[in-house]
């Protein structure tokens, strides 16, 4: 928000102003100036910083983006935010714009376990500028920079969270312990002993600041084997998890004394603009000496994040170490189970393979066995096929003797039976008998003919298992004793 003198202008006022307000509080509203992109997360650098007081890594270091677009329209867009953005209760795609309207819900991470709304939930509406300043939370990048010096001056805070995580959290927890602020004393900086600029009557007694740094830090020592011995006996503590639950309780008084700052900004914000609307012009002092008092709270709220955010990653690096050690722990303790199970493991396998082995072997005589089975079945099978084949041959023989005319050598084409009851083709016999009237084989006068119609449905039966140039054959010869091809036989005898 910076600094009020700049933001309450009389060119500002009765302006209307885009702004998401916080569901359920007239404090913490984020202000959307037309023509800057709004940035809002956890880390530095950011427009607005939201620490979670409840879950520090609800919110992520870059959360969300929100920016007009060519048209002059809000966007919002998820910047891979680990928990995500809700914009009317439907997850947003991370690196994607959506438009946002008047009235529209965003809601910034989930809610947790025992929790039915997120903690950061907004609303998209347009109001007075004299409605929405004093309510407006304050901008992390221009409290920053305005106050760069005072960061210098408490560079200690820093400088032993680094140190104290170097030695463990067990020390970290004895030095952050040591914050505290007698009531009616003012503040006081460790860098260069210089006094805070602000008055002790507006502060309330239970803020706490550094001590000085004669209490906190006391003498140097001097870096030796005493040094050494005692990083490596809290290096051992580190996997205490006391520490780290001592850190958490830390880390939650902390946020209530930010909240505390805020609420004493916003209400000197509201003290401010009832002063400027009930005094003349020409008193001013009130005036500038309670905006002064604003900017220190500022300065002292801006500090306070800035070592809340430290104390985060500290946390978060502690937490890192200790499961890490626990984990080495449980592994040293699980190396003799582990052995047992695996030396029980392999005399468990031994006799399974012992187990595989025998039958293996006994696979293997049944298999033998079968095989021999199969090839005294193999050989049965060729004798057999053997055997078939001969009868087949010896009954093609025998059906090739028996139903082949005699006169033509051929199969019998319209068979016809004499009275003698040999077969001949009709054809062959009846030119046989233009010469003689006597059968062919046994010489006996011919008296009658008949047809034999069951030679004849054999014989097709039968050429119709032989190859296509016998039956092509048969074709041609059935066609020149019909006459139909030129050179047929002219005997005049046509078969019925």
Known sequence: MGDPGSLVTEGRAGERSWCLRRIGMNAEWLLLEDGNEVTVGRGFGVTYQLVSKICPLMISRNH?????????????????????????KKRLEPLKVYSIHKGDHIQLGVPLDNKENAEYEYEVTEEDWERIYPCLFPKSDQMME??????????????????????????????????????????????????????????????????????????????????????????????????????????????????????????????????????KKGSSKKIVKMEQELQDLQSQLCAEQAQQQARVEQLEKTIQEEQQHLQGLEKEEGEEDLK?????????????????????????????????????????????????????????????????CIICSEYFVEAVTLNCAHSFCSYCINEWMKRKVECPICRKDIKSKTRSL???????????????EAKERRIVLIRERKGIEPGACGSGISES
Request: proline share 3%.
């Open 64 to 88: 969300c983006i929100l920016k007009q677009n060519a048209e002059g329209q809000w966007t919002i867009m998820d910047n891979k935010s680990l928990n995500g953005v809700w914009l009317n």
């Open 146 to 279: 305005k106050n760069k010096g005072l960061r210098t001056k408490r560079k200690f805070s820093l400088d032993e969270l680094e140190g104290s995580g170097a030695e463990g959290p067990s020390n970290l927890k004895s030095k952050i312990t040591k914050l505290s602020c007698e009531p009616g004393q003012p503040v006081k900086s460790h860098g260069k002993g210089k006094v805070a600029s602000q008055p002790s009557e507006y502060l309330d007694p239970k803020l706490t600041s550094f001590e000085q740094s004669g209490k906190t830090t006391g003498a140097h020592v001097n870096p030796g084997p005493a040094k050494v011995i005692e990083l490596h006996h809290k290096k051992k503590k580190a996997s205490n998890p006391s520490a780290s639950q001592s850190n958490l309780e830390l880390f939650k008084v902390t946020m209530s004394r930010i909240l505390m700052l805020r609420t004493q900004m916003q209400e000197k914000q509201v003290a401010v603009l009832n002063v400027k609307k009930q005094t």
């Open 340 to 404: 047992q199970q695996l030396a029980q493991a392999l005399q468990e396998y031994r006799s399974l393979m012992e187990e595989l082995n025998r039958s293996k072997k006994n696979f293997e005589a049944i298999i033998q066995a079968k095989d021999k089975e199969l090839e005294q079945t193999k050989e049965e099978k060729e004798k057999v096929q053997a055997q078939k084949e001969e009868v087949l041959s010896h009954m093609n023989d025998v059906l090739e003797n028996e139903l082949q």
């Open 454 to 468: 069951v030679l004849d449905n054999c014989i097709s039966k039968m050429v119709d298992n032989l190859n296509s």
